[in-house]
């Protein structure tokens, strides 16, 4: 789906079952927006319910795609076969090039309180989904934030005016933002008229183009709308605010796997069976 084609829509989450049992609100991902190019999944875990969540996402493959973890509350332990772990805890986040292959886990490592983040799953054009894995996690002080009158924006992917990202996309040039809008206030900010761009609230409400917008609402940003004026309600709100340039290529998804062809899918699924999936070993970068 293009959003360069489309007029703004507003789509309220779905909710699932994801991992071993965990309950997500999934956006992208469903019958309504299976894809959103270059954006495969949103999955939005939020619960202080251990029932919710404690089973978290045992080892399983992932091929042809970046991963995105981005953590609000709570503690989880990432492990994956490149011998990489690593314990993500509120406001870090983890950057994960699958390429080739890559078998990980992410597990809580809590027994209750509130678990709450969020995972994107960002496409790999057909000419880099066979590269070598690459993992890069960093602490939360390790991103900028930048404090004005109306909102505080975090700045976890691409750059924002003067405040940069440690974590750069230069295949699909994804910027990604945790932006709090104070109460009654808005915000506003122009994005690359190329990309398909998307907000998600997750606390507090606010209108935009005169719509009220609920919590658990995903906004695909239309053709003439790539510059959002969001206007917060009396108590405020908290949105993602993501972008990325399209790929426009072919896209066969299996699972776990997200290739340009059905044989490559099946190839995929020769090399998990037979052991033969993982091939390289990740580069590590953790600030």
């Known amino acids: 789906m293009n959003g360069q084609t489309k007029p703004t829509r507003f789509i309220p989450a779905m909710t699932t079952s994801e991992g071993a049992g965990v309950s997500v609100h999934r956006t ?8 959103y190019d270059p954006f495969m999944l949103l999955d939005h875990f939020s619960s202080d319910n251990p029932d919710e969540y404690i089973a978290g996402f045992p080892s399983h493959p992932h091929r042809g795609f970046n991963t995105f973890t981005y953590m609000l509350d709570g503690h989880m332990e990432h492990q994956d076969s490149m011998g990489n772990t690593g314990n993500l805890g509120p406001g870090d986040a983890q950057w994960m090039k699958a390429g080739s292959g890559v078998i990980h886990s992410e597990m809580p490592k809590q027994e ?19 590269e070598t ?24 992917i691409g750059h924002f005016g003067n405040k940069h990202s440690p974590i ?67 108590q405020g709100a908290r949105l993602i605010v993501i972008s990325g340039k399209p790929i426009n290529e072919s896209i066969v998804q299996y699972g776990p796997f997200v290739m340009n062809s059905r044989e490559e899918i099946d190839q995929a699924m020769r090399d998990f069976r037979s052991n033969r999936f993982v091939s390289d070993r990740a580069w590590v970068n953790r600030k």
Do not use: C
């Open 112 to 130: 209750n309180g509130l678990m709450r983040g969020f995972q994107l799953w960002i496409n790999l054009p057909a000419a880099n989904k066979m």
């Open 168 to 234: 750069v996309d230069d295949i699909t040039h994804v910027s990604y933002f945790d932006v709090q809008v104070k109460a009654g206030k808005r915000f506003q900010h122009e994005l690359p008229a190329e990309n398909n761009s998307f907000l998600y609230l997750f606390e507090g409400d606010g209108q935009l183009k005169g719509q009220k917008v609920s919590l658990h609402t995903f906004i695909a940003l239309g053709a003439n709308d790539k510059t959002p004026d969001f206007h917060a309600g009396k």
């Open 28 to 35: 992208i991902g469903t019958p309504t927006l299976r894809h």
């Open 133 to 156: 894995p690459e993992y890069q996690e960093y602490d939360a002080d390790a991103f900028p934030v930048l404090d004005t009158p109306d909102y505080n924006i975090k700045v976890l």
